[in-house]
């Protein structure tokens, strides 16, 4: 499978996760627990934490961020992917705070930057330097309908935390 095939197929499934989360889920009045409930501040914390994940590696963000001068394509490739592993791995506690459905979706989301910037390296000249990898990464984003995947995972954490209140 192709690139475009492989972020299609997990951009469906990511977004028929949220769309199952904002729309699918009903909960009664019961089910809101008191803000002042210590389990339910924890969640309102953790879902904070995980939003400035999402600003974190989302792909644009992550690439101002590490951009350094001077390196590969293949360098500033295991920058940028260290340093998404490393920001998830660093916040994996915090998904027995939030529902299964939200965690997963920052999973996908991890997954799918992960996949956009192996694949866009893999098709670049041994020659590249930091700042071509950059750039057709961005410019994928910008040609890709699905690039602001970050963004809905935001509004699925931002929804979720708004119940809680």
């Known amino acids: 499978m192709d690139l475009t095939t492989i972020l299609t197929i997990l951009s469906v499934v990511m977004i028929g996760g949220l769309f199952y989360l904002f729309y699918g889920q009903k909960k009664s009045n019961t089910d809101v627990k008191p803000i002042n409930n210590p389990a339910n501040s924890l969640s309102l914390q953790a879902y904070e934490r995980l939003t400035l994940l999402v600003d974190r590696i ?23 992917t260290k340093t998404i592993r490393d920001e998830f791995d660093y916040n994996i506690t915090q998904q027995i705070y939030i529902t299964p459905e939200v965690w997963n979706a920052l999973k996908g989301l991890k997954e799918k930057n992960l996949l956009v910037i192996n694949q866009l390296a893999s098709v670049l000249p041994p020659t590249a330097t930091a700042f071509d990898l950059n750039k057709v990464i961005l ?16 509004a699925a954490l931002s929804f979720e935390a708004k119940k809680l209140l």
């Open 58 to 80: 989302a792909l644009p963000n992550l690439i101002s961020r590490t951009n350094h001068e001077g390196l590969t394509a293949r360098d500033m490739q295991l920058v940028l």
């Open 139 to 154: 410019e994928y984003l910008m040609n890709d309908e699905k690039g602001n995947l970050h963004e809905l995972v935001s």
